[in-house]
């Protein structure tokens, strides 16, 4: 069952969708997925046709706040703490409030400001619980969620469809229990949305905003952020890894004889030198077995990411380079090779992480 955008006559609104969407490319066709889901949802429930029209449209609106979201907040590669968290929160209070101002479609702010809302009350913004919560808010919950799980994101690879399922289910005491039963029937008989939901999409903007977020403006190599980051997707692929940690030694002393400007230029050869040895790469896309990464995660110290390869031939392409680097800048590098026999786990940041 698909919607046409015709029968609502949204196109009014999608403009504002949009603008929204080119905030965050890993959420392009969030809104349009969500919409089909409770959409779909509602007509397996056999509601109303008003409410079908109703969490359809809402749908469409439900992320629109994001708009007004710092974007070190909304597009943060991490954890966010519980300041951040406090603060992405307030999207859907807003997105009820520019809702509000839209002509036609007014009725359906408290619908889109109660998207989070959870049926055990620990929701927000408001707390509400049960049939306190609209009933195309708590279809657009199951569905928003769903649609997370199983696309990618900037911190992780989509999920398969039966490990998001679990999840759901999991956190079945959030969701009405009528609805999220019907659901996972739903979604086992008509399976994840297709590539053909309309999104428009903005892949040079994101490589940008990637270069931004991810890179070393020096080096051009990876920064902290997103070594970590690829770790994190790594270990959604249950990719074993080698990670090696490389220090100059002596930086200091370097930049203090030579100037700071002899020292970031140091800094970009052996990065070149690095990056050209393994092959590595600096985008953010999904790794791949064999795949290198190269980050500088201090002032003076890197680390490369080698996802399945052995260990000899780390271990010995790295006393090559340090060589090279020892009898062209006459410097002395150090290294420490980290491997993990085992496949990583989503509890990496902590497992190597601190190491970073």
Request: with cysteine; proline share 3%; hydrophobic share 40%.
């Amino acid at each position: 069952m698909r919607v046409q955008k015709q029968k609502y006559n949204i196109d009014e609104i999608i403009p504002l969708i949009t603008a929204t969407e080119i905030r965050d490319a890993y959420t392009q066709g969030h809104s349009q997925r969500v919409a089909y889901y409770a959409y779909l949802l509602a007509h397996t429930l056999k509601l109303d046709e008003e409410i079908c029209k109703n969490v359809y449209v809402a749908g469409l609106l439900h992320d629109v706040g994001k708009i007004g979201i710092p974007d070190n907040i909304l597009l943060k590669p991490g954890k966010l703490d519980t300041e951040e968290f406090d603060l992405i929160k307030l999207h859907s209070s807003i997105s009820g409030k520019i809702v509000k101002t839209i002509p036609h479609y007014s009725y359906l702010s408290e619908i889109v400001a109660a998207h989070h809302e959870n049926y055990d009350g620990s929701g927000y913004p408001l707390g509400l619980k049960a049939q306190e919560i609209p009933v195309e808010a708590r279809l657009l919950a199951i569905s928003d969620v769903f649609d997370a799980l199983t696309t990618r994101r900037v911190y992780r690879a989509s999920m398969p469809l039966e490990k998001s399922l679990a999840i759901l289910t999991e956190r079945e005491g959030k969701f009405d229990p009528l609805f999220l039963d019907a659901f996972v029937k739903m979604i086992r008989k008509h399976g994840v949305a297709k590539e053909d939901i309309e999104a428009i999409k903005f892949d040079a903007l994101e490589e940008l905003r990637n270069s931004f977020f991810f890179l070393d403006p020096l080096t051009k190599s990876l920064n902290r952020d997103g070594l970590l980051a690829i770790l994190r997707k790594s270990a959604d692929y249950e990719y074993k890894a080698v990670v090696a940690l490389v220090n100059i030694r002596h930086f200091k002393d370097y930049n203090k004889l030579y100037g700071l400007k002899k020292g970031d230029d140091l800094l970009v050869q052996i990065a070149k030198k690095f990056q050209h040895a393994f092959s590595c790469k600096h985008i953010m896309n999904e790794p791949k077995h064999h795949d290198a990464y190269f980050a500088r995660i201090h002032a003076d110290k890197f680390a490369l990411l080698y996802i399945g390869q052995r260990v000899d031939f780390i271990a010995y392409k790295l006393q090559e380079i340090i060589g090279e680097c020892k009898k062209e800048f006459g410097v002395e590098i150090t290294s420490e090779i980290i491997v993990k026999n085992e496949k990583l786990s989503h509890h990496i940041e902590n497992e190597l992480g601190y190491l970073l």
